[in-house]
């Protein structure tokens, strides 16, 4: 399958996204891991937010991992990422939309892929596995 400029830096600004996030993500459980925090029905968390049954060690864990979050400068790179994760789908967006015949297009279908979230997700899926080879050139 070939790729165009925008599917490539969608693709990559995505992975990076995944990549900062498993590395909070295994911050999170080490620390769980670590602090031997369990449920009250033995089960134990596989992360912090929302998962943690006792509000005390919650509200702990959540500080703590916080620190060791910012610490290491992964929420910065995490918002930066999510960032670029934007404007790289909005570009994506655009090219997606423009694949599509003026007689079909409209304000009102732009509108309802950019605004809504499960439409945007699918066009997004759909546009990035679009093979660009297979659009006609004019």
Do not use: W
Request: hydrophobic letters at 40%; one cysteine or more.
């Amino acid at each position: 399958m070939k790729m165009n400029k925008q599917q490539k830096e969608y693709a990559a600004a995505k992975a990076l996204v995944m990549v900062i996030e498993d590395k909070i993500a295994n911050i999170e459980a080490a620390y769980i891991k670590e602090h031997n925090i369990v449920n009250a029905d033995g089960s134990t968390p596989k992360m912090v937010c929302g998962i943690i049954d006792d509000e005390d060690a919650f509200n702990t864990a959540n500080e703590e991992v916080s620190d060791i979050i910012d610490s290491q400068g992964l929420s910065k790179d995490l918002a930066e990422a999510k960032e670029t994760l934007m404007i790289a789908e909005d570009a994506l967006i655009d090219f997606g939309l423009s694949t599509i015949p003026s007689a079909i297009r409209s304000e009102k279908l732009d509108k309802f892929i950019r605004t809504n979230y499960t439409q945007r997700q699918k066009f997004l899926d759909i546009t990035f596995k679009l093979d660009v080879s297979s659009i006609p050139k004019n």
